[in-house]
């Protein structure tokens, strides 16, 4: 996996990106803040073995996955810009506070989590289930955007009925307004 550094120019198509921080890795892939001079966005970085199919998979499915979200009207950050040759997806970024920390801090609005309901809803209306870990949604202002692109085929245990014992309200109570 190729890793940049702060200032590094990336070109995607015809934008040339520039990396302006290097953020927490997440498992199996490199995250960047990146800016094409007017915004600014998320660069993830996926490894590339030799064959690059791994790679080729992981973005195929992630684009898929993006574009059935997108078709039933999940709220999410966009994708911008693909790369699979490189392993890179470039996106929209958000600025906002993580569900999963507004939880810890006992200030998840019932507003946030009647919004993630209703992403819950869309996905399960259409057989499939989101990955309700509340880390997985960025809250800012008074919306909430589902950040991950993960979706599998609907399974009873796994709605968000189910899940939302274990991830949502396991720390506190969910603050009224």
Not at 100 to 129: C, F, H, P, T
Request: charged share 35%; with cysteine; glycine share 4%.
């Amino acid at each position: 996996m190729v890793h940049y550094e702060k200032r590094d120019k990336i070109k995607i198509g015809k934008e040339e990106y520039t990396v302006l921080r290097v953020l927490r890795p997440r498992a199996g892939w490199d995250n960047y803040l990146v800016s094409d001079g007017k915004k600014q966005y998320l660069m993830n970085v996926f490894p590339v073995d030799e064959k690059k199919e791994l790679c080729e998979s992981i973005i195929d499915k992630k684009l898929s996955n993006y574009h059935k979200l997108k078709d039933i009207g999940i709220p999410m950050t966009e994708i911008v810009a693909s790369d699979k040759n490189a392993g890179i997806i470039i996106r929209e970024y958000k600025e906002g506070t993580p569900a999963s920390l507004l939880i810890l801090r006992s200030e998840l609005s019932a507003d946030y989590l009647n919004q993630v309901r209703d992403m819950a809803m869309l996905a399960e209306k259409n057989g499939y289930v989101l990955d309700y870990f509340p880390a997985e949604y960025i809250c800012d202002m008074d919306k909430c955007h589902y950040v991950k692109y993960e979706l599998e085929t609907y399974q009873d245990e796994k709605s968000f009925d189910n899940m939302v014992r274990k991830f949502w309200m396991s720390v506190s109570e969910v603050k009224e307004g």
